[in-house]
């Protein structure tokens, strides 16, 4: 991997992991929040809760008394006194009623003790009330210490996640409080978090999903470079070779010795005129691909004889200096007219046939037949090759691909994706079929009405 790309992984994967942190620090700071308010909620209903169960202990007690109107009265009276005198003070009128509250507590628990089930019960009405769906406890507890002394239910094991309320003072020597706690109230946090929750997890899949594109397209950009420099560096390869062969002939044709020998001329010309027409097809076959991407490839479609440019190519191709070549052919007529390009045909076919020559490991024999049906002439290019393993095919006809990337044959990947593109803008098709080490056979099929 190259320091640039290196450098933009290291940038995207710190700002990745900086956007999540962020994600979750909002997300816990929310969480906290909503905790926090929950608890002065918790602190709310208790209050409400035993303040209905203080009443309805008042109205027990009041009707057990009714009898005796005096004593009745009497109370009456402590209790408006003592509310007229702290309304006078400077205390606000929450603390007024806390203190009420512990007065009235004292005075009825002395006929009627408090009772955590009926609180629990209230307590119950009320989350319902509120739509909070969670388990809950009510404890009487020691202010000074914090221990239990009564509860209205017992706290299970899985109560890992509790939300205690403040303690409820119920006497002026804070010895004893109320607590109420709520067990487990995910639901309730989650609710409560919900268009927060829920937008920050759409937006870390954003992100996420737009830094995975980030690194596709880094990941593809760097394939793309190692494409072009390999095709780059194949095709000064491919062009070398016919330049190398037309240089040594020229330069042979320069001595007089040879120039005035007919065969080794006439031999020399040759080759250079072969190497002139490879470099040729190399260049055209670059420039029709090239057109074809952009729309601009236009075929010179004419009436062209099949039979007359295979014959063409075999008379080329079996003077190759590289190995000894066996081209066959099995023509059903001697003239087959088809309309086409007779350049970029040509070219589609010399480059099947050059590939079953390159992928011969001994002498390459090659088999060529045409024949016809009611609509199509279907060539075949038949070789006893290496062959192409099975999960090669698929992708044997696309751009930049070879059976063997690492293979010694010369190439550069796109001359079976040329022949396709070619095949295909004559209305036609072209299929393989192949096994290894036995060789390979190419099905051409072109319209011929």
Same mark, same amino acid.
């Given at each position: 991997?190259?320091?640039?790309?290196?450098?933009? =992984?290291?940038?995207v994967?710190a700002?990745?992991?900086?956007i999540l942190?962020a994600?979750?620090?909002l997300?816990?700071?929310?969480?906290?929040?909503?905790?926090l308010a929950?608890?002065?909620?918790?602190?709310?209903?208790?209050?409400?809760?035993?303040?209905?169960?203080?009443?309805?202990?008042n109205?027990?007690y009041?009707?057990?008394t009714?009898?005796?109107?005096n004593?009745?009265?009497?109370?009456?009276?402590?209790?408006?006194v003592?509310d007229?005198?702290l309304?006078?003070?400077?205390e606000?009128?929450e603390?007024?009623?806390n203190k009420?509250?512990?007065v009235m !507590?004292?005075?009825?628990s002395?006929?009627?003790p408090?009772?955590?089930? %009926?609180?629990? $019960?209230?307590t119950?009405?009320i989350? !319902?009330?509120?739509?909070?769906?969670?388990?809950f406890?009510?404890q009487?507890?020691?202010?000074?210490?914090?221990?239990?002394?009564? $509860?209205?239910?017992?706290? =299970?094991?899985?109560s890992?996640?509790?939300i205690?309320?403040q303690?409820?003072?119920?006497d002026?020597?804070?010895k004893?409080a109320?607590?109420?706690?709520?067990?487990?109230p995910?639901?309730?946090?989650?609710?409560?978090m919900?268009?927060?929750?829920?937008?920050?997890?759409i937006?870390?899949?954003i992100?996420?999903?737009?830094?995975?594109?980030?690194?596709l397209?880094?990941s593809?950009?760097k394939?793309?470079?190692?494409?072009?420099?390999e095709?780059?560096?194949?095709?000064?390869?491919?062009l070398k070779?016919p330049?190398? $062969?037309?240089?040594?002939?020229?330069?042979?044709?320069?001595?007089?010795?040879?120039? =005035?020998n007919?065969?080794m001329?006439?031999?020399?010309? !040759?080759?250079?005129?072969n190497?002139?027409?490879?470099?040729?097809?190399?260049?055209?076959m670059?420039?029709?691909?090239?057109?074809?991407?952009?729309?601009?490839?236009?075929?010179?479609?004419?009436?062209?004889?099949l039979?007359?440019?295979?014959m063409?190519?075999?008379?080329?191709?079996?003077?190759?200096?590289?190995?000894?070549?066996?081209?066959h052919t099995d023509?059903? $007529?001697?003239?087959?007219i088809?309309?086409?390009?007779?350049?970029?045909?040509?070219?589609c076919?010399?480059n099947?046939?050059?590939?079953?020559i390159?992928?011969?490991?001994?002498?390459?024999?090659?088999?060529? *037949?045409?024949?016809?049906?009611?609509s199509?002439?279907?060539?075949?290019f %038949?070789?006893?090759?290496?062959g192409?393993p099975?999960?090669?095919?698929e992708?044997?006809?696309?751009?930049?691909?070879?059976?063997?990337?690492h *293979? %010694?044959v010369s190439?550069f990947?796109?001359?079976?994706n040329?022949?396709k593109?070619i095949i295909e803008? !004559?209305?036609?098709?072209?299929?393989?079929?192949?096994?290894?080490?036995?060789g390979?056979?190419?099905?051409?099929?072109?319209?011929y009405k």
């Amino acid at each position: 991997m190259s320091t640039p790309t290196k450098t933009i =992984s290291y940038i995207v994967i710190a700002s990745i992991i900086l956007i999540l942190c962020a994600q979750a620090y909002l997300v816990y700071d929310y969480f906290q929040t909503v905790r926090l308010a929950l608890i002065r909620e918790s602190d709310t209903i208790l209050k409400e809760a035993f303040r209905a169960d203080l009443n309805q202990r008042n109205n027990t007690y009041l009707l057990s008394t009714v009898n005796d109107e005096n004593e009745n009265m009497d109370l009456t009276d402590d209790i408006d006194v003592i509310d007229f005198n702290l309304s006078e003070g400077s205390e606000d009128e929450e603390s007024i009623l806390n203190k009420l509250d512990i007065v009235m !507590h004292a005075y009825i628990s002395t006929f009627i003790p408090i009772n955590l089930q %009926k609180i629990d $019960s209230i307590t119950n009405q009320i989350l !319902h009330e509120r739509n909070i769906a969670s388990e809950f406890v009510i404890q009487l507890i020691a202010t000074e210490d914090q221990t239990v002394i009564a $509860s209205s239910r017992e706290l =299970s094991k899985s109560s890992f996640f509790l939300i205690p309320s403040q303690p409820y003072p119920l006497d002026f020597e804070n010895k004893e409080a109320l607590k109420l706690i709520l067990i487990n109230p995910f639901s309730e946090i989650i609710k409560r978090m919900g268009l927060m929750l829920l937008g920050s997890i759409i937006f870390s899949i954003i992100a996420l999903l737009a830094f995975r594109i980030l690194f596709l397209t880094l990941s593809k950009q760097k394939k793309l470079v190692r494409f072009k420099n390999e095709f780059l560096s194949n095709i000064a390869h491919e062009l070398k070779r016919p330049v190398a $062969s037309l240089t040594v002939n020229l330069d042979g044709l320069q001595d007089p010795d040879i120039f =005035s020998n007919t065969g080794m001329r006439d031999m020399m010309l !040759h080759n250079s005129l072969n190497a002139l027409t490879e470099m040729n097809g190399t260049i055209s076959m670059l420039v029709g691909l090239a057109r074809e991407e952009e729309g601009l490839l236009v075929l010179n479609k004419q009436p062209v004889n099949l039979v007359h440019i295979i014959m063409d190519l075999k008379n080329r191709f079996v003077s190759s200096p590289v190995k000894r070549v066996s081209i066959h052919t099995d023509f059903e $007529s001697e003239t087959i007219i088809v309309q086409g390009d007779s350049i970029m045909l040509t070219q589609c076919f010399a480059n099947l046939i050059d590939n079953a020559i390159k992928y011969s490991d001994r002498d390459a024999i090659v088999n060529i *037949s045409i024949r016809m049906n009611k609509s199509n002439v279907i060539l075949a290019f %038949k070789d006893q090759g290496i062959g192409i393993p099975a999960d090669k095919i698929e992708h044997l006809f696309e751009k930049y691909s070879r059976v063997d990337n690492h *293979s %010694k044959v010369s190439g550069f990947g796109i001359g079976l994706n040329y022949v396709k593109t070619i095949i295909e803008k !004559h209305g036609g098709s072209i299929s393989v079929s192949s096994e290894l080490h036995v060789g390979s056979t190419f099905e051409v099929l072109l319209p011929y009405k």
